[in-house]
Structures are given as structure tokens and as C-alpha cells.
């Protein structure tokens, strides 16, 4: 599914024009990357939590000619999926 393939679902579900679902997902969307961005955490329920996390700086090896490289630390998202979409995934 596509977002514009979700907004049609959203306003069909939701009752609601597929100008105002897109608002709603444009929205959620801009909150989850705003949250994530500030290094905090948002969770909802029954779909997961959004989030990041820190991976420190460390030594690397190039394969290719086996040159010792520093790997800069850096902040990466994060999603944990809450029980009830990891037991809809498996069926």
C-alpha cells in the first residue's frame, strides 16, 4: 500500500474527505519524524514504538585492503513492533 492508497483507505474508514485524511497522515508523519529528530520516543499502541538510538563511534576495517577506519558515532531510527502487529504479520 502506497500513502495514496492509505489516505483513500483512511477517509473510506474514517468517514471523512481524502483531503482531511492526508492532513491526518501528513500530520502523524511530521510528528513521528519531529519526535524521532529530537531523540524521544512515541509509542502507539496495538502498532509500535517510534524512537531512536545512539551507536557510538568505533574502529573499522576496510575488506578490501584491510586498513584500520574510524566509523563515526550516529544517531539511527528506531521501530519496535508491539505484540499485536508482530502476531497479525505471522498470520
Not at 500500500?1 to 489516505?7: F, G
Not at 468517514?15 to 519524524?33: G, P
Not at 502498532?47 to 566509523?71: C, D, M, W, Y
Given at each position: 500500500?502506497?500513502?495514496?492508497?492509505?489516505?483513500?483507505?483512511?477517509a473510506e474508514h474514517a468517514?471523512?474527505?481524502?483531503?482531511?485524511?492526508?492532513?491526518?497522515?501528513?500530520?502523524?508523519?511530521?510528528?513521528?519524524?519531529d519526535t524521532v529528530r529530537?531523540?524521544?520516543?512515541?509509542?502507539?499502541?496495538?502498532?509500535?514504538?517510534?524512537?531512536?538510538?545512539?551507536?557510538?563511534?568505533?574502529?573499522?576495517?576496510?575488506?578490501?585492503?584491510?586498513?584500520?577506519?574510524?566509523?563515526?558515532?550516529?544517531?539511527?531510527?528506531?521501530?519496535?513492533?508491539?505484540?499485536?502487529?508482530?502476531?497479525?504479520?505471522?498470520?
Open positions: 500500500m502506497n500513502k495514496q492508497e492509505l489516505i483513500k483507505h483512511v468517514e471523512v474527505t481524502a483531503k482531511q485524511a492526508e492532513a491526518v497522515i501528513n500530520s502523524l508523519t511530521t510528528t513521528i519524524l529530537a531523540g524521544g520516543e512515541l509509542q502507539i499502541t496495538d502498532l509500535g514504538k517510534f524512537g531512536s538510538v545512539e551507536h557510538a563511534a568505533k574502529t573499522g576495517r576496510n575488506p578490501k585492503t584491510g586498513e584500520t577506519i574510524q566509523i563515526a558515532a550516529k544517531r539511527a531510527a528506531k521501530f519496535s513492533p508491539a505484540k499485536r502487529l508482530k502476531e497479525a504479520a505471522a498470520g
